[in-house]
């Protein structure tokens, strides 16, 4: 008998997609390719991550964003971030830390393969923007020591009042004026052209009018759209390499009219495995999604009936649903206010106010907290969050845990069980009620 | 080459010392904060707690406040309702410190402080917002950019709404002659705690790490000027203890425990596995700012400058273009260990994730090392002391160093 490894696996049927899906996976793939030619192009790019990034400063000069968590992601969903991940451990790295980290250690090491099959380049530069995480500081001074690039630290105040004060507003405009911009001068040979920032700082804004329209759809039953699993390919092109750009001007636009005429037709999101059945659960979700298993994963919840209606993890590149917008009008301040406001740069009771007005305006049944061992920024605090967010709404909570990238640490038994309970809850407290 | 055999480390005081380390244990394990409250009760105004790593305690000195250094639970301290607040993968500080919140114990204290050490504490600020809405609760954002312009110019804005804070709950207002008066005090702290440390470079059987690390417990929950006598009072008593004598250890740097804080009996365990500890980063807000700071000029911007221009080189800093681990290095050089121990908590991002960079660095240097993790409430150390005692009769079997190294 052949063991496990050996084994064939089962013929998976083609993810079903809907027109925007297979849109965005062409612009990152696009993206992707144009990266792996740059070298032969002259191109030069910029390593930075997701929460804070400045993309439309890092395009004005000309300059490629390449995003660390995304290729991560990446791997995992191609199944390569096993075998990265225990690289980067035999060479050091522990058991306990981020394992976005290791992954990208790791496909650095195997060489730099991206999910188009081709190499990525070498860092130009290392833009730390140090927002809502303390791990992004270590994980580029490891990159550091193994490209031995430039780091430009960028360093974003918490909102630790849940607020946002001048001082910490002109810290950051302070840190971008007199490093990051006169690093990117010298990175690109071009010089600062506001001008031209604020014309894509208008764009970003129509962006996010779209974006958040599309989120918020959510709000009717059923929701057209699941805006944990499907929102994840929603804030692709704006969380990646695309605001400020027309592509993404264009993007949300086209989703937007999709997902609008999807609300016209009554119909619910469509799932990799076709449209969705009738929505039974509306869920609130907190955390990161598992990426190794995240069909399976998003499987377990359309087979109950369960759409996600507001998810916290398509807030950390950026707050759109409480009103901010790039404003061109003040480029480096709004720049400052976006970094400082993105999720994970917000304080524990934000956060909680956060979850409990979306349990309650998108009439959700409860918040249900996906827990990544890999990631102490959302992770920490998470228990008390699931317990002030029960009590403000009434609503129940549930609890599952996983990891980012890690294979090892998703236990799809486990937390099948644990999502089938917490559901049943649910149904029991609506019997309860209607008794 | 003849075999030389780990000892024992311990050692038996005469009775004033003794009377002096039990006292100081007591201190370290009194999780009701006695010494806090006889304190208050003795006329004092505000106490208020702070996280690892560091904070400016001139700057609540010079208000009338006494700081009170928080380092979780240890092993001694049961945990009830704290495991109810955090996943199994989250370091064990932040558990220990709920639950002394939870329980009480902390009640004497009229706020809490916490650094921007690392996630973990960031957010448990929150959790004491929301747990304790009636105390202060103050995030204190160090900067990452060390420009006095930039950073700076943010550290010292972030300071003074930290004294608004603390006058608006009863403090004295800030007063510049105050302040200049408190770094002078802190200073005289210092130079006593550098002389300790000198000592236990130079004569490492004279100041056991064991002791040491009491007295700087100690130095967290009394008022600085008491705890700088103490420190006068153990060094006589250590140096004129002819008691203690040179054993056959090996010396070597402990690294990793910045935050969260090894059981005692981890630290014996080391020293009587035949290791001295010559240089570490246990309770590091002493030791932190390198040296004394400026008294002369405006004492607001002496304490910024200090923090920006004299920090420790550490995990949770930004070095800029440095070389990662090369400060490990020089420590090493310095005190001249022959080898170092990296003792981090488990699950303690900073530490672990900077752990390979410095890694890289002793073997650069020829340095050899040993690593493990801990838990604040470890019990059992029976497989540390065979993992140090094995790697203190390598060092001492097969070190290219020539004897002992001497400190630089």
């Given at each position: 008998m052949p063991n496990r490894d050996e084994m064939p696996l089962p013929a998976r049927a083609e993810a079903a997609k809907e027109d925007s899906q297979l849109r965005q996976k062409r612009m990152i793939a696009d993206h992707y390719r144009r990266l792996a030619q740059s070298p032969d192009s002259g191109e030069k790019n910029v390593y930075t991550f997701?929460?804070?990034?400045?993309t439309e400063l890092i395009r004005s000069f000309d300059l490629l964003p390449v995003l660390p968590e995304i290729n991560a992601l990446q791997s995992a969903m191609r199944g390569k971030s096993r075998d990265y991940i225990a690289l980067a451990e035999k060479l050091?790295?522990?058991?306990?830390?981020?394992t976005y980290v290791k992954c990208d250690l790791g496909m650095m090491k195997s060489g730099n393969v991206g999910p188009t099959g081709e190499r990525l380049p070498d860092p130009?530069?290392?833009?730390?923007?140090?927002?809502?995480?303390?791990t992004f500081m270590k994980w580029f001074e490891i990159l550091r020591e193994e490209y031995h690039c430039p780091v430009a630290m960028l360093h974003v105040p918490y909102q630790g009042d849940g607020l946002i004060t001048e001082d910490m507003r002109r810290y950051v405009v302070d840190q971008l004026r007199e490093k990051i911009i006169p690093t990117l001068e010298s990175i690109s040979g071009r010089r600062y052209d506001e001008e031209r920032l604020r014309e894509m700082l208008a764009r970003s804004a129509r962006a996010e009018d779209d974006l958040v329209a599309v989120l918020e759809?959510?709000?009717?039953?059923?929701?057209?759209?699941?805006?944990y699993f499907g929102g994840v390919y929603y804030i692709g092109p704006i969380f990646t390499a695309?605001?400020?750009?027309e592509e993404a001007v264009d993007y949300y636009r086209t989703l937007r009219q999709e997902v609008e005429e999807r609300l016209r037709q009554g119909l619910g999101p469509v799932t990799p495995d076709g449209a969705m059945g009738p929505e039974r659960f509306r869920l609130v979700v907190e955390g990161p999604p598992n990426w190794t298993s995240f069909r399976e994963f998003w499987k377990m919840f359309a087979d109950e009936g369960?759409?996600?209606?507001?998810?916290?993890?398509?807030?950390?590149?950026?707050?759109?649903?409480?009103?901010f917008r790039h404003d061109p009008a003040r480029p480096l301040e709004t720049l400052a206010d976006y970094c400082m406001g993105c999720y994970t740069n917000l304080s524990l009771p934000r956060r909680v106010e956060m979850l409990s007005r979306y349990v309650r305006d998108y009439d959700a049944d409860g918040l249900l907290i996906n827990s990544i061992k890999s990631c102490n920024s959302f992770s920490a605090g998470q228990l008390m969050i699931l317990r002030e967010v029960e009590s403000r709404t009434g609503r129940p909570g549930g609890f599952i845990e996983s990891d980012?990238?890690?294979?090892?640490?998703?236990s799809a038994a486990n937390i099948k069980n644990r999502l089938e309970s917490y559901l049943q809850m649910i149904d029991q407290r609506r019997m309860g009620a209607t008794a | 080459m003849e075999k030389r055999v780990s000892r024992d480390g311990e050692h038996l005081p005469g009775d004033s010392l003794r009377l002096l380390l039990e006292r100081l244990e007591h201190l370290a394990r009194d999780h009701s904060f006695t010494s806090v409250r006889d304190w208050k009760g003795r006329g004092g105004s505000l106490a208020i707690g702070f996280m690892p790593?560091?904070?400016?305690?001139e700057l609540l000195h010079a208000q009338g406040v006494l700081p009170v250094g928080i380092m979780g639970g240890?092993?001694?301290?049961?945990?009830i309702r704290g495991d109810?607040?955090?996943?199994?993968?989250?370091?064990?500080i932040p558990r220990s410190t709920i639950e002394l919140g939870l329980n009480g114990s902390?009640?004497?204290?009229?706020g809490m402080i916490f650094p921007a050490t690392c996630d973990v504490i960031r957010n448990l600020s929150g959790m004491w917002k929301l747990q304790f809405p009636e105390k202060l609760s103050f995030y204190?954002?160090?900067?990452?950019?060390?420009?006095?312009a930039i950073g700076g110019e943010f550290y010292r804005r972030t300071l003074e709404e930290l004294s608004r804070e603390m006058t608006c709950r009863g403090a004295r207002s800030y007063d510049a002659e105050a302040l200049r008066q408190s770094i002078a005090v802190y200073n005289r702290n210092r130079r006593l705690v550098e002389e300790l440390f000198d000592l236990r470079r130079l004569a490492p059987w004279k100041v056991p790490t064991s002791e040491l690390y009491l007295l700087l417990r100690a130095g967290q929950v009394l008022p600085v000027e008491e705890f700088t006598a103490l420190l006068g009072e153990y060094r006589d008593a250590v140096q004129s203890d002819a008691s203690r004598k040179p054993m056959d250890q090996a010396r070597v740097v402990v690294t990793g425990?910045?935050?969260e804080q090894p059981p005692l009996g981890l630290i014996k365990t080391l020293e009587r596995s035949g290791?001295?500890?010559?240089?570490d980063d246990f309770v590091q807000v002493h030791r932190w700012i390198r040296g004394p700071i400026r008294e002369a000029g405006d004492p607001m911007d002496n304490l910024v400058r200090a923090f920006l221009e004299d920090s420790v080189d550490s995990p949770i800093r930004f070095i800029g273009e440095q070389q990662k681990g090369s400060h490990l290095v020089r420590r090493v050089e310095r005190c001249g260990a022959e080898g170092v121990v990296f003792c981090s908590a488990s699950f303690c991002d900073p530490a672990l994730l900077d752990q390979p960079m410095a890694i890289r660095a002793l073997e650069a240097a020829g340095i050899p090392f040993t690593a493990f993790k801990f838990a604040e409430?470890?019990?059992?150390f029976q497989v540390i002391r065979e993992q140090a005692g094995t790697f203190a009769d390598s060092i001492k079997l097969?070190?290219?160093?020539?004897?002992h190294a001497e400190p630089r």
């Open positions: 997701v929460p804070g990034n400045l050091g790295h522990s058991e306990d830390v981020c130009d530069l290392l833009l730390l923007s140090y927002t809502g995480c303390f759809s959510a709000k009717h039953r059923p929701s057209p759209i699941d805006a695309f605001r400020g750009m369960a759409v996600v209606v507001a998810s916290s993890y398509t807030k950390v590149g950026g707050v759109y649903d409480t009103g980012l990238v890690d294979p090892r640490y998703f | 790593v560091y904070v400016p305690r240890g092993d001694d301290l049961e945990i109810a607040y955090y996943q199994s993968y989250i370091c064990h902390l009640d004497c204290l009229d204190l954002d160090v900067p990452q950019n060390f420009d006095a425990s910045f935050c290791c001295y500890i010559v240089e409430n470890n019990g059992q097969w070190s290219e160093v020539p004897g």
